[in-house]
Antibody
Framework: QVQLVQSGAEVKKPGASVKVSCKASGYTFTNNYIHWVRQAPGQGLEWMGAINPSGGSTNYAQKFQGRVTMTRDTSTSTVYMDLSSLRSDDAAVYYC???????????????WGQGTMVTVSS | QSALTQPASVSGSPGQSITISCTGTSSDIGSYEFVSWYQQHPGKAPKLMIYDVSNRPSGLSNRFSGSKSGNTAFLSISGLQAEDEADYFCSSYRMSNTLVFGGGTKVTVL
């Protein structure tokens, strides 16, 4: 079954870091970029960045530069998104999503994880 | 404020056709064909409906179609059905390896 399965909900204090995982199955992990998109409550979608599961290269949205790190583990077909220095406005559902392109980015996401809710509260 | 501008809401009766607009700039929609549309039902992950301006993923209903003119992209839904009631988001590649989204449009089936 082709799917992306994310880790469970997190509650963090302001200033802390959160690491969300995204495990791929049912397809060749290294063939498609993985992107991270977040959605604050009642708000729209916001692109955070992408990782190439094959070589590990990344590109991040300027807004998150210096605070976000995306990594991958090819042995477990898992991608990770680490966001540091959390603020109250980082509270959102975080999604991983597979790029439709084969070995390149076309910035269309044909497979999504179920989402991970991150709550930031003191 | 989102980078791409969409109407907050669009409505139509069953069987009718509606069109959602998504306005960007010459740095995104106006210069690239990487425009996508997503449908999102409450509490669910988004679902890809259109990619590369006008292409439908395999198996998707042909009631959904996409187009672009200048800096504005459009999603059209024909033969509106109750199950089409959802939020719709557009996205576009923007220069310098960035992706931007619209603020979303709530489609109501009357």
């Amino acid at each position: 079954q082709v799917q992306l399965v994310q880790s469970g909900a997190e509650v963090k204090k302001p200033g802390a870091s959160v690491k969300v995982s995204c495990k791929a199955s049912g397809y060749t992990f290294t063939n498609n970029y993985i992107h991270w998109v977040r959605q604050a409550p009642g708000q729209g979608l916001e692109w955070m960045g992408a990782i190439n599961p094959s070589g590990g290269s990344t590109n991040y949205a300027q807004k998150f530069q210096g605070r976000v790190t995306m990594t991958r583990d090819t042995s477990t077909s898992t991608v990770y998104m680490d966001l540091s220095s959390l603020r109250s406005d980082d509270a959102a559902v975080y999604y991983c999503a597979r790029d439709l392109g084969w070995l390149l980015k076309v910035y269309a996401f044909d497979l999504w994880g179920q989402g991970t809710m991150v709550t930031v509260s003191s | 404020q989102s980078a791409l501008t969409q109407p907050a809401s669009v409505s139509g009766s069953p069987g009718q056709s509606i069109t959602i607009s998504c306005t960007g700039t010459s740095s995104d929609i106006g210069s690239y064909e990487f425009v996508s549309w997503y449908q999102q039902h409450p509490g669910k992950a988004p679902k890809l409906m259109i990619y590369d301006v006008s292409n439908r993923p395999s198996g998707l209903s042909n009631r959904f179609s996409g187009s672009k003119s200048g800096n504005t992209a459009f999603l059209s839904i024909s033969g509106l059905q109750a199950e089409d009631e959802a939020d719709y988001f557009c996205s576009s590649y923007r220069m310098s390896n960035t992706l931007v989204f619209g603020g979303g449009t709530k489609v109501t089936v009357l």
